[in-house]
């Protein structure tokens, strides 16, 4: 039962893998054309030779000679013209496939979002793209072509042998179980190693990954031995049975050439007994020798392709997972495709969890009036990221419902949402690109001098100056060069840049010192003239003249209104706001 169903899988499996192919269907004709010509080419030669030897050699004509070797010539120029397009084809195809591929696995990326990038570590994302991709590829541009050409190979010769000569079809196939037989040890541990290959590669380039980004964190605590012991570890788990799978591997290539020479004594054997008794001519003998060869080799090659298949399907699996996961957030088919234009934001009863059971905001209900300042504050852990994180619907609710302009956020093309916000995360991600082009990120047709002038409003004109070659300095990847402080001056140059209508600040000014703050409060101030603003602040100081501040505890809110009102009511907001003037101290 669990066989059966491990076959049925693998087979729905093979067939998703190959369903790559379908957009290229005449290609892929033309394609098989060719692996046919060549197979009849190669089956053609020894025929051909063995009528040489046979009859046209015997009858010492040399016009009928130079006859046939134009023949065997015209023959091998066409199993050269069609080897040529045969890989000249496989190259295009493949390319085409992997191509397909790439751009399916990168949508899915991005419409799995924001909630897969925080659930799933970003060393085993990129091992996905890396090992799974590299590995399930090789179907398309090796395994499959090599199948259906070794499957012919193996079919149309022992076809003719079998109606002609089969005892030579019994030759080879001797040497064929044998091979089988001794290999099947070899495959089952081949399977077995490249099995644990396979899940050990994950959690390697999970550490590879960790070692690169977390370098000052373990410098920092002394934690480069243990780090590096354990990075050794990880990389053992994968080291070790990829050395076994190479192993069994090598092992089974030997074992070719030994079963190859099984049959090609027993081909001796029968047929120079054949020959000596006068039931089969020389020319005829090397023909069917030839033939068997090619039976030989198709069997032995097919039966290499099968468990790397098999291998190739491990990491197709990931991949056909990857792409049938359901996003946490998608688009109803009739959201309403509609330009919003107000920008209220309206809690109804919302609860989340982002597991099960786990509640993280419980019954939250409040209205931000379009172009009114709200600030979120509230001790670390209790959801003020996770609010945020639901107005821009990078998830869902679990109950309740939030309104942008008076529309459930879930009834809106994601598109026309989004356009409407800036966001401003805690941690910036810069590209690898210039400055100029991670700014440019919030309006790709922005001009340069409105780049600048969002630089300039963002506090980041000076600095950027300063920096080897301006606005095209191009900054490392995760902007490494470039301080916390800097970056999110980027961040919010890119926001300012974009001139959303709803403006979600996450901590946007955390790393900055006051008196950059205070300029770009300026700078936020007057864009947020008649926008709707909403900020997760820590300093609470920077909130005093907002018109409404949201007080979450544990999830829940707690207290509302103005900082007077609410420094009046000296309840949590003030106690928060006691101990930050206490640190300020
Ligand atoms: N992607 C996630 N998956 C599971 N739990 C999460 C996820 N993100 C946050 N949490 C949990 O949700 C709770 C609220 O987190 P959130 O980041 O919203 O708090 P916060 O008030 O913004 O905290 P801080 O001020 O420290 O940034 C925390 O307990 C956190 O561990």
Same mark, same amino acid.
């Given at each position: 039962?669990?066989?059966?169903?491990?076959?049925?899988?693998? /087979?729905?499996?093979?067939?998703?893998?190959?369903?790559?192919?379908?957009?290229?269907?005449?290609?892929?004709?033309?394609?098989?054309?060719?692996?046919?010509?060549?197979?009849?080419?190669?089956?053609?030669?020894?025929?051909?030779?063995?009528?040489?030897?046979?009859?046209?050699?015997?009858?010492?004509?040399?016009?009928?000679?130079?006859? +046939?070797?134009?023949?065997?010539?015209?023959?091998?120029?066409?199993?050269?013209?069609?080897?040529? $397009?045969?890989?000249?084809?496989?190259?295009?195809?493949?390319?085409?496939?992997?191509?397909?591929?790439?751009?399916?696995?990168?949508?899915?990326?991005?419409?799995?979002?924001?909630?897969?990038?925080?659930?799933?570590?970003?060393?085993?994302?990129? $091992?996905?793209?890396?090992?799974?991709?590299?590995?399930?590829?090789?179907?398309?541009?090796?395994?499959?072509?090599?199948?259906?050409?070794?499957?012919?190979?193996?079919?149309?010769?022992?076809?003719?042998?079998?109606?002609?000569?089969?005892?030579?079809?019994?030759?080879?196939?001797?040497?064929?179980?044998?091979?089988?037989?001794?290999?099947?040890?070899?495959?089952?541990?081949?399977?077995?190693?490249?099995?644990?290959?396979?899940?050990?590669?994950?959690?390697? +380039?999970?550490?590879?990954?960790?070692?690169?980004?977390?370098?000052?964190?373990?410098?920092?605590?002394?934690?480069?031995?243990?780090?590096?012991?354990?990075?050794?570890?990880?990389?053992?788990?994968?080291?070790?049975?990829?050395?076994?799978?190479?192993?069994?591997?090598?092992?089974?290539?030997?074992?070719?050439?030994?079963?190859?020479?099984? $049959?090609?004594?027993?081909?001796?054997?029968?047929?120079?007994?054949?020959?000596?008794?006068?039931?089969?001519?020389?020319?005829?003998?090397?023909?069917?020798?030839?033939?068997?060869?090619?039976?030989?080799?198709?069997?032995?090659?097919?039966?290499?392709?099968?468990?790397?298949?098999?291998?190739?399907?491990?990491?197709?699996?990931?991949?056909?997972?990857?792409?049938?996961?359901?996003?946490?957030?998608?688009?109803?088919?009739?959201?309403?495709?509609?330009?919003?234009? $107000?920008?209220?934001?309206?809690?109804?009863?919302?609860?989340?969890?982002?597991?099960?059971?786990?509640?993280?905001?419980?019954?939250?209900?409040?209205?931000?009036?379009?172009?009114?300042?709200?600030?979120?504050?509230?001790?670390?852990?209790?959801?003020?990221?996770?609010?945020?994180?639901?107005?821009?619907?990078?998830?869902?609710?679990?109950?309740?419902?939030?309104?942008?302009?008076?529309?459930?956020?879930?009834?809106?093309?994601?598109?026309?949402?989004?356009?409407?916000?800036?966001?401003?995360?805690?941690?910036?991600?810069?590209?690898?690109?210039?400055?100029?082009?991670?700014?440019?990120?919030?309006?790709?047709?922005?001009?340069?001098?409105?780049?600048?002038?969002?630089?300039?409003?963002?506090?980041?004109?000076?600095?950027?100056?300063?920096?080897?070659?301006?606005?095209?300095?191009?900054?490392?990847?995760?902007?490494?060069?470039?301080?916390?402080?800097?970056?999110?001056?980027?961040?919010?140059?890119?926001?300012?840049?974009?001139?959303?209508?709803?403006?979600?600040?996450?901590?946007?000014?955390?790393?900055?010192?006051?008196?950059?703050?205070?300029?770009?409060? +300026?700078?936020?101030?007057? /864009?947020?003239?008649?926008?709707?603003?909403?900020?997760?602040?820590?300093?609470?100081?920077?909130?005093?003249?907002?018109?409404?501040?949201?007080?979450?505890?544990?999830?829940?809110?707690?207290?509302?209104?103005?900082? +007077?009102?609410?420094?009046?009511?000296?309840?949590?907001?003030?106690?928060?706001?006691?101990?930050?003037?206490?640190?300020?101290?």
């Amino acid at each position: 039962m669990g066989k059966q169903f491990e076959k049925k899988e693998m /087979l729905k499996l093979y067939l998703w893998t190959l369903s790559y192919f379908k957009p290229f269907m005449l290609l892929t004709f033309v394609y098989v054309l060719c692996g046919g010509a060549m197979i009849f080419g190669e089956v053609l030669i020894p025929r051909r030779m063995g009528y040489l030897i046979d009859h046209v050699l015997p009858m010492k004509s040399t016009n009928i000679l130079i006859n +046939q070797i134009f023949i065997l010539g015209g023959i091998v120029l066409l199993i050269l013209l069609a080897k040529g $397009s045969f890989y000249f084809l496989e190259q295009i195809i493949s390319n085409k496939i992997i191509k397909n591929q790439q751009t399916d696995l990168m949508l899915k990326l991005q419409k799995l979002g924001f909630s897969y990038y925080e659930k799933v570590p970003t060393g085993q994302i990129l $091992s996905l793209f890396e090992n799974a991709v590299r590995e399930t590829q090789q179907t398309y541009t090796f395994l499959f072509p090599q199948f259906i050409y070794c499957l012919a190979q193996f079919a149309v010769p022992s076809i003719i042998l079998i109606i002609e000569e089969p005892i030579f079809f019994v030759a080879a196939m001797i040497g064929n179980i044998i091979y089988v037989f001794l290999n099947q040890r070899a495959n089952k541990k081949i399977h077995h190693y490249l099995g644990v290959e396979t899940k050990a590669a994950h959690v390697s +380039q999970q550490s590879l990954y960790d070692a690169i980004v977390a370098t000052n964190e373990l410098k920092a605590m002394g934690s480069k031995e243990w780090f590096i012991k354990k990075t050794i570890e990880d990389f053992n788990q994968f080291r070790i049975p990829r050395m076994w799978s190479t192993f069994w591997r090598h092992f089974r290539f030997t074992t070719v050439g030994l079963t190859l020479t099984i $049959s090609i004594v027993l081909f001796y054997l029968f047929g120079l007994d054949l020959v000596k008794n006068g039931e089969l001519l020389l020319g005829e003998f090397i023909g069917y020798g030839f033939l068997m060869g090619l039976v030989s080799r198709g069997f032995s090659v097919f039966f290499y392709i099968i468990p790397a298949q098999y291998h190739a399907l491990n990491y197709a699996k990931q991949l056909y997972e990857f792409m049938n996961l359901e996003p946490d957030v998608s688009e109803d088919k009739n959201s309403l495709d509609a330009q919003l234009d $107000s920008f209220d934001v309206e809690f109804k009863n919302v609860s989340f969890s982002y597991k099960r059971d786990q509640p993280i905001l419980n019954n939250i209900s409040f209205k931000i009036t379009s172009g009114k300042k709200t600030a979120i504050v509230g001790e670390s852990g209790s959801g003020k990221s996770t609010l945020l994180k639901l107005i821009g619907r990078f998830y869902d609710v679990t109950e309740g419902e939030i309104a942008v302009g008076g529309h459930d956020i879930k009834q809106l093309k994601l598109k026309n949402l989004r356009q409407n916000f800036g966001y401003v995360f805690q941690d910036t991600y810069l590209f690898h690109l210039s400055i100029k082009d991670n700014i440019k990120f919030g309006k790709p047709d922005a001009s340069d001098d409105e780049v600048m002038q969002a630089a300039k409003r963002a506090n980041a004109h000076q600095f950027i100056m300063e920096t080897e070659c301006g606005y095209d300095t191009v900054v490392g990847e995760r902007g490494i060069r470039l301080s916390g402080g800097q970056k999110q001056r980027i961040s919010i140059a890119r926001m300012l840049l974009k001139e959303p209508q709803i403006i979600l600040l996450d901590e946007a000014t955390s790393a900055l010192d006051n008196v950059t703050e205070a300029a770009i409060k +300026q700078s936020l101030n007057e /864009l947020s003239e008649g926008r709707t603003l909403i900020t997760v602040a820590h300093r609470l100081s920077t909130i005093m003249e907002y018109d409404s501040i949201i007080v979450l505890e544990a999830g829940e809110i707690v207290e509302q209104g103005t900082y +007077q009102s609410l420094i009046d009511n000296q309840g949590v907001f003030y106690r928060l706001a006691m101990r930050g003037v206490e640190n300020e101290i």
